[in-house]
């Protein structure tokens, strides 16, 4: 483990639920929708489906949004006055914008840097090897290119991979992900990703203990619950950002990788910060 200090990590509030169909929904919606593709890297100018109505943007504002550094090293350490100032810190962060910093986690930065790495290395590969992972419509594993399976106006311009992970399997599920659907040349990167889902989950998990405190639920409750949690690993290259998602529980020119129904914890990349939208405005 590194022994440097580790950087926070910006959290966001949860997302909606993702409902999955069934295999022959799967194989029916790949079968009825033939998604447009787009190379971002290699576009000479923005394409008309990445434009928005002007009408549809919201101000913005230099103004630096205040997010709060919850230690949640006080979980551990028996501060009884640190935990309930944490507990204070993330009822009052839930209550406005919906983040949050979390330091004394013990994530090796190290492992942090070397998921923004595995990340940038998959998007910069040629869109054609990228394909080979494509995601079919109507799943969440895969990659995607500006959501274009989806949607065919108002795109963001941003390339996805995602991935599923848990912990009650015999074999490692992203490891075995990433050799199944890209080869065993990306098995060094799939172990990478495999080890940061499982520091991902327990992170998750002690944050659920901070949630529980700031809400006055009974203690070990959301842990409990969250236990045998399935996750969405998300890793995103953005014109602005990069996002893991895990259900228990990072997006830009950086990569940061993202569960999505419960907490959001993202690694915070070197090269820019996280916009949110406050108050109806940027």
């Not at 799943?139 to 599923?164: I, M, Q």
């Not at 998990?205 to 529980?212: A, F, K």
């Not at 997006?251 to 939208?277: L, M, N, V």
């Amino acid at each position: 483990m590194d022994a440097s200090p580790t950087p926070p990590l910006p959290l966001r509030a949860p997302t909606p639920s993702i409902d999955l169909p069934a295999g022959k929904d799967r194989a029916d919606a790949a079968a009825n929708k033939a998604a447009a593709v787009f190379d971002l890297r290699r576009e000479p100018k923005i394409p008309e489906p990445f434009l928005w109505p002007h009408e549809e943007a919201r101000p913005t504002s230099a103004a630096e949004l205040e997010v709060p550094v919850v230690d949640v090293g006080v979980l551990r350490n028996g501060d009884g006055a640190g935990l309930r100032r944490a507990a204070a810190q993330v009822a009052a962060a839930c209550a406005t914008h919906g983040f949050f910093q979390v330091c004394g986690h013990g994530v090796d930065a190290a492992l942090g840097r070397a998921a923004l790495d595995g990340a940038s290395d998959f998007f910069r590969l040629p869109l054609a090897e990228k394909q080979r992972a494509r995601r079919v419509p109507g799943t969440v594993s895969g990659y995607t290119s500006a959501h274009a399976d989806r949607f065919a106006s108002k795109l963001p311009w941003k390339e996805t991979l995602s991935f599923g992970f848990h912990d009650g399997a015999a074999a490692p599920v992203v490891v075995d992900y990433f050799t199944g659907t890209l080869g065993q040349d990306f098995e060094p990167v799939g172990r990478v990703y495999q080890r940061y889902c499982e520091e991902m989950k327990e992170l998750s998990l002690t944050i659920m203990e901070l949630l529980e405190l700031s809400l006055g639920v009974e203690r070990g409750y959301y842990r409990e619950f969250f236990e045998d949690s399935r996750s969405i690993m998300r890793t995103t290259s953005a014109g602005w950002r990069s996002w893991w998602t895990a259900s228990g529980a990072p997006s830009g020119p950086s990569q940061a990788p993202w569960s999505s129904t419960s907490a959001t914890p993202s690694w915070r990349c070197p090269t820019g910060g996280t916009r949110a939208a406050c108050t109806a405005r940027w």
